[in-house]
């Protein structure tokens, strides 16, 4: 079994309530992981999923080793069969095989390419780890998803709800870089089994991947699916259609305090690196309303819930 989806979770509800018991007693699984290793290999930075992750497997008395693969290790050559006369040293094949010889479960993250589309919603190099490994992958985030993010998402959403069924408006914002929809696709995707009123907002052009905003509410006009939302979850991607461009600047869409006057007195989300006053203002990231430490706070749990249903296997 592996972690790199939604749709590896027979029960994506008993693992949010696996969740939410950890974070009550999070020393309470500690002999599952004595004498286990887990191995986390970055190919981007990190220090959310990175130190997160971390934590929660010293939490289940596990080691762990770290490799940031992009700046330390070996150039990794990821297509079958070719000369390596280049400048790759090493294939993927040989490192995940001896990876799986020193780790019980191998966490990864990759990342789009954002110029390749297919390649990215393929998932290449998660599927070649997939492929060569003997033991249990996790996504640390891929190309396209980023489920352990969603995890502590859908946490966060449940701890701070009033109403049953909140109004969750997934809300694209500015940014100065193209960036992944990674994010934004594996929130929808969790959200759709949330008990939640999921809107997803962006401009023309930046419409998630169908599979992903099909029976989804999308509407183009932002103030119009603010309106009494009780979430407000905002996030920069770049376009899916037009692969990997950021379009214009499109400032309007920032949140600040008159958008969020819109809202049901709605709380704040954001994934976390956020660059200021580009994709929300000052006064909404730090306004009382806003949920972003504790969005950080429960990635370490969802990963704990994660990794325990791995050892438990
Ligand atoms: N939210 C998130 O994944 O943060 P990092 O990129 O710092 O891990």
Known sequence: MNFTSINDISSPVQLLELAKQIK????????????KTLGL??????????????????????????????????????DEGVVMNGSKQEHIK??????????????VRTFASLNDRKADYEELVLKQFLKYTHVPIISLESATLHPLQSLADWLTIEEHKVAHKPKVVLTWAPHVKPLPQAVA??????????????????????DLAPQFSKDVKVEHNQDMALAQ???VYAKNWSSYQDYG???GEMTDWQITPEKMSLTNNAKFMHCLPVRRNVVVSDEVIDGQNSLVYEQANNRTYAAQAVLLNLLQL
Do not use: H
Not at 185 to 206: C, R
């Open 245 to 247: 461009t950021i379009g």
């Open 41 to 78: 290999l970055f190919f981007n930075p990190s220090l959310r999923t990175r130190l997160s992750t971390q934590k929660a497997a010293n939490n289940l008395g596990m080691d762990v080793i770290v490799m940031n693969v992009g700046q330390d290790g070996w150039q990794l050559e990821m």
């Open 229 to 231: 939302a009780d979430f």
């Open 24 to 35: 009550l007693k999070p020393f309470d699984y500690r002999e599952f992981g004595q004498n």
């Open 185 to 206: 696709n594996s929130f929808v995707e969790w959200m759709k089994l949330a008990e939640v009123d999921l809107t997803i907002t962006n401009p023309i052009g930046f």
């Open 94 to 107: 040989d490192a995940v095989a001896v990876l799986s010889q020193y780790c019980d479960i191998i966490g």
